[in-house]
């Protein structure tokens, strides 16, 4: 084989490997091809479907309240986006001095239709003070409200309008089925800028010992609440009402609270039905256990909670019940704080009966005590 017949075969060789090399390339591509995976852009347009879905279900429910009174205690108006400015609302300030005593403070907040016929459930502190509450519709149409009746001890409210015509009504959900790290979305009126929808994660529930309400045991979310909000629904990703939008924590961001939407129904029924909330009672004081208080009694710190006073001819005196017992479970409940007992009790229906399970002088005792209504 002479010199030209070996390069001739070199060629060859290379341009086979190329053609393979390429031909491999091709293939693999067209493997990867022919099953596409879903994207992260794909799932994150559906998730966005979801809200809006979520969205557009709920808003024809949410209205707008302004109130009008010489002590509302609402979210203020600002007269306009200036104002929201330190610098320029001290100028206004200065400027205008101090309003008069006589004007009427003008506040805003939000609400849910909870029933065709006109009854709106929204916060206490919304329409607390005001003498003329005027609610503004989906559909920008205008209706003055009446107060059905208010509960200091949750901060909810009920008011009610007269409409010509049907009104929407909200899809109210199940608070008890809430998960930690589920979706949530708040809509309201912040800041006077109607139907705002904000989105987030329900970040904690069953939170107490924040020393805002007598009765406290809100859901915590990181969707973000602004004044204006207050008294607005909170919702999941199928448009259903899972709570009442109530706070905010001052010194953080991105923590908001609502009253659940389970509390909030009974609450409105009350009102509605009676006029006030009848609240189940026992006539007992209680007590979170600290390792001293356990000790004395021969108790583990997490057994239950502690039995500080029982009420003279209170339901739990008649029942047996003596300061020092320790309560550890309601029902099938084992219970972990005070705020967890007075909730149980005070949803109880009076004329029930529950069952205690109590820890006293190292013996455990079942006691059966009817519930009473709590007095006023």
Do not use: C
């Not at 030209?4 to 091709?26: D, E, P």
């Not at 707008?64 to 200036?82: N, V």
């Not at 990703?237 to 509390?263: C, D, M, R, Y």
């Not at 005070?346 to 009817?370: C, D, N, Q």
């Amino acid at each position: 084989m002479g010199p030209m017949t070996q390069k001739k075969g070199a060629v060859g060789v290379v341009l086979v490997g190329v053609i393979s090399f390429l031909l491999g390339v091709y293939i693999a591509g067209d493997l990867f091809h022919s099953a596409p995976q879903p994207s992260r852009a794909s799932r994150g347009e559906k998730e966005t479907s979801s809200f809006a879905q979520a969205a557009a279900l709920a808003t024809p429910a949410v209205v707008h309240i302004q109130t009008e009174g010489a002590h509302g205690e609402g979210d203020r108006r600002l007269p306009g986006p200036l104002e929201r400015d330190p610098f320029f609302r001290e100028f206004f300030e200065q400027f205008r001095g101090e309003p008069r005593r006589s004007d009427p403070e003008i506040s805003l907040g939000s609400g849910v239709i909870i029933d065709r016929r006109g009854y709106i459930l929204t916060n206490n502190h919304v329409v607390k003070g005001a003498d003329r509450i005027t609610v503004r519709l989906n559909t920008e149409k205008e209706l003055k409200a009446e107060v059905v009746g208010r509960d200091l001890k949750t901060d909810l409210a009920v008011i009610q309008v007269e409409s010509d015509q049907e009104l929407p009504e909200a899809i109210l959900g199940d608070s008890d089925q809430l998960r930690v790290g589920e979706w949530a979305l708040a809509i309201g009126n912040p800041f006077g800028l109607d139907h705002t929808v904000t989105v987030g994660v329900i970040s904690a529930t069953g939170r107490s010992e924040l020393g805002v309400l007598s009765y406290e045991n809100f859901i915590q979310t990181d969707a973000s609440i602004n004044p204006g909000n207050s008294g607005g629904p909170l919702l999941n990703v199928k448009g259903e009402v899972i709570g009442i939008n109530t706070a905010i924590a001052a010194s953080g961001q991105g923590i908001g609270f609502a009253i659940p939407i389970n509390l909030a129904k009974r609450i409105a029924r009350d009102l509605i039905v009676k006029g006030r909330v009848v609240r189940g009672w026992l006539g007992i004081g209680l007590q979170s256990l600290n390792e001293d208080l356990a000790r004395s009694l021969n108790v583990s710190p997490h057994a239950g909670i502690l039995i500080s006073h029982v009420a003279a001819q209170g339901p739990g005196a008649r029942s047996g019940l003596k300061p020092g017992d320790v309560i550890t479970t309601i029902g099938k409940r084992k219970v972990r704080t005070p705020e967890e007992v007075q909730q149980l009790v005070a949803e109880a229906a009076v004329g029930s009966t529950l069952h205690l399970v109590i820890e006293r002088e190292k013996e455990t005792l079942t006691v059966s005590i009817p519930v009473a209504e709590k007095p006023e």
